[in-house]
C-alpha cells in the first residue's frame, strides 16, 4: 500500500509539474449497511481459550462521508485521482453495548473510466482503495480499516454527478487475552479482520470547473 502510493504521489508531482489541469470535488455519501452476519472460532495454541468473533458484522446504522477529491484525466476517458475527508459512525455498538460515534479519517487511491454515453453523457465506472484512520478501545482495539470502493456515476448538471455502488471495509481488531485474567494466561493478542459491507449513495460537486 505504501508503494501504491509513493507511485501516485510520483505521478502527481509529474502533472504538477507539467502544469496540466487537476479537477477538484466534494462529496457527499451515505452508506447504508448491508449483508449478513459471519462467526468464526478462535481457538489459542498457547492459552486455554476458546472464542467466537464476528468475521464479518452489518452495521446498525447508516453513516456518512464528506470527501475532497482530486483528479487527473490521463486520457479522454481515464483518470486517476485522490481523496480524503471524514466518515461517521453514528451510535454503533462494537464488543459491548456501548453505544458510540466514530470519526474516521480516510485517504484513498481513486480511478475513474467513462464507459458510454447516455443522452450525451458519459457513465462512468469509478473504483477508490485506502484506509481509514481512527483508534479506540471497546474491551478489544478497533485500530484503521482497509477499505475498497467501487461505483457506476452520471452527470445531473454541467459540475455535478451523482454515484451508487458498494463499499467494503475491513476493520483491523486485537484483543489482549491477558485481559480475561492475568494471573491464567500467558501474553497473547489475538487479531482479525472484521469486515463490513455498504450500499453508498453520493452526490459530488466539481469546485474549479
Known amino acids: ?27 457527499f455519501g451515505l452508506l447504508k449497511p448491508i449483508s449478513n452476519d459471519k462467526l468464526k472460532t ?17 452495521l446498525q446504522h447508516p453513516s456518512v462521508n464528506i470527501l ?20 461517521l459512525r453514528f451510535k454503533e455498538t462494537y464488543t459491548t453495548y456501548a453505544k458510540k460515534t466514530s470519526v474516521f479519517i480516510p485517504l484513498q487511491l481513486t480511478a475513474q473510466y467513462s464507459l458510454f454515453t447516455i443522452n450525451d453523457k458519459w457513465l462512468g465506472v469509478n473504483v477508490a ?13 478497533y485500530h484503521n480499516s482497509l477499505v475498497y470502493n467501487a461505483s457506476f456515476s452520471y452527470p445531473i448538471g454541467t459540475k455535478s454527478s451523482i454515484s451508487i455502488g458498494l463499499e467494503k471495509e475491513a476493520d483491523k481488531v486485537s484483543l489482549d487475552v491477558r485481559k480475561f485474567n492475568e494471573n491464567l494466561y500467558k501474553d497473547e493478542i489475538f487479531k482479525y479482520n472484521l469486515n463490513r459491507l455498504f450500499l453508498e449513495v453520493s452526490y459530488s460537486l466539481i469546485i474549479n470547473k
Open 129 to 141: 482503495a485506502g484506509m481509514l484512520f481512527f483508534d479506540f478501545t471497546d474491551f478489544e482495539n
Open 68 to 87: 475532497v477529491g482530486s483528479a487527473y484525466p490521463l486520457t479522454k476517458k481515464l483518470s486517476v485521482g485522490i481523496k480524503s475527508g471524514v466518515y
Open 1 to 27: 500500500m505504501r508503494f501504491i502510493f509513493f507511485i501516485f504521489f510520483l505521478l502527481l508531482g509529474n502533472t504538477i509539474m507539467a502544469q496540466k489541469k487537476i479537477l477538484f470535488d466534494l462529496s
Open 42 to 58: 478462535f481457538e489459542s495454541n498457547i492459552n486455554p481459550y476458546v472464542v467466537q468473533y464476528y468475521q464479518r458484522k452489518k
